[in-house]
């Protein structure tokens, strides 16, 4: 397994490419990367967003590792360069998010730990800071502090295309069926990253989204369609837990968590009513943002590394944030 790089997208140096056995067998791909200036402050594991890549991050890798981290991530089971759930590739697929939750202790303990410098920070974006989310009661965390963008609390109603408790009947109902692998309704193999800039939900940023849509033109089997059944299913089972009232009340792990003012994927308005009950944590509203806030425009990108850095007690220059 190897990375992708191209001119306006080349792989940062000294990565460490491999692969490792997730929870029942499946070849998940991953790198790691050293910090590229001092003091070490540990390491930053980026846990993905649904449909995404480690080629995807290579702005953010070295936007880290400038500021002291070195950095480890890999793709989630049934994306990027991982092995697929399925025959069709596009597929998206889990039967649950307890598949991600195994993976991810996985990568920690056998990859990450060995390899690269304690405190663990977690940053997880949209489908990634829900599957943080899961593991941040646990007193045990490997992960000293998180930072979640945009995280799946609650699907956007305008991605559901309906009400919540008619999405979640008609994927459970369609899931006992025998219908679990078969595409949403609506979806296909088509990738949103292939789809027009104007009236995107992801990003203002036409230049990160040309790179993003370059990445799959060069590498089309990093592609995925929209989920299936079974994986809406699962999400929202997954949503449904982190929702319930008293579950930030018991979050053990510091955290920030960003929501974005124009999100239309997850809701902006649960991740806010979930932040204010945090222990230890707080969070910020990004106006402007659409879902994806570090492939958004410099000025956004510039706002959250300023707000990353205070977090962290990074002392940077204006320069150094963008």
């Known amino acids: 397994m190897k990375l992708v790089s191209l001119s306006i ?3 940062p140096s000294g990565a460490q490419v491999t ?3 997730g929870y029942d067998g499946l070849k998940l791909r991953c790198a790691l990367w050293e910090a590229t200036r001092g003091p070490s402050r540990g390491t930053v594991c980026i ?6 890549f480690i080629e995807k991050y290579f702005e953010v890798i070295a936007d880290l590792r400038r500021r002291g981290f070195a950095v480890a991530t890999f793709d989630l089971r049934g994306q990027g360069g991982s092995e697929r759930m399925l025959s069709n590739r596009r597929k998206g697929h889990v039967v649950a998010f307890t598949e991600y939750d195994r993976d991810l202790a996985i990568f920690i303990d056998e990859i990450v730990k060995p390899a690269l410098p304690q405190p663990l920070i977690g940053l997880g974006h949209s489908l990634g800071g829900n599957i943080l989310l899961r ?3 646990d007193e045990a965390s490997p992960f000293a502090r998180m930072i979640l963008l945009s995280p799946m609390i609650e699907i956007h109603e305008q991605m559901l295309g309906a009400s919540r408790p008619v999405a979640k009947a008609y994927s459970s109902i369609l899931s006992l069926c025998g219908f679990a692998t078969t595409y949403v309704r609506g979806g296909g193999d088509e990738p949103n990253d292939l789809g027009e800039f104007e009236g995107n939900r992801l990003t203002a940023d036409r230049v990160r989204w040309s790179r993003v849509k370059s990445i799959i033109e060069a590498a089309p089997d990093l ?12 999400a929202l089972r997954s949503c449904a837990m982190l929702s319930r009232p008293d579950y930030p009340k018991y979050v053990s792990v510091p955290m920030m968590v960003f929501a974005a003012g124009a999100d239309h994927v997850v809701s902006s308005q649960a991740i806010e009513d979930f932040a204010v009950d945090l222990k230890s944590g707080g969070h910020i509203l990004m106006p402007g943002s659409r879902h994806e806030i570090l492939q958004e425009t410099d000025a956004i990108r510039q706002r959250f590394w ?3 850095d205070a977090y ?3 002392e940077t220059s204006l320069s150094e944030r963008v």
């Open 9 to 11: 997208n080349p792989v």
């Open 223 to 234: 592609a995925l369609g929209a989920p299936t059944v079974g994986w809406l299913r699962a």
């Open 306 to 308: 300023a707000a990353f």
């Open 312 to 314: 962290m007690g990074i």
């Open 19 to 21: 692969a490792f056995d």
């Open 135 to 137: 593991g941040a009661q």
């Open 47 to 52: 846990v993905q967003g649904r449909g995404e």
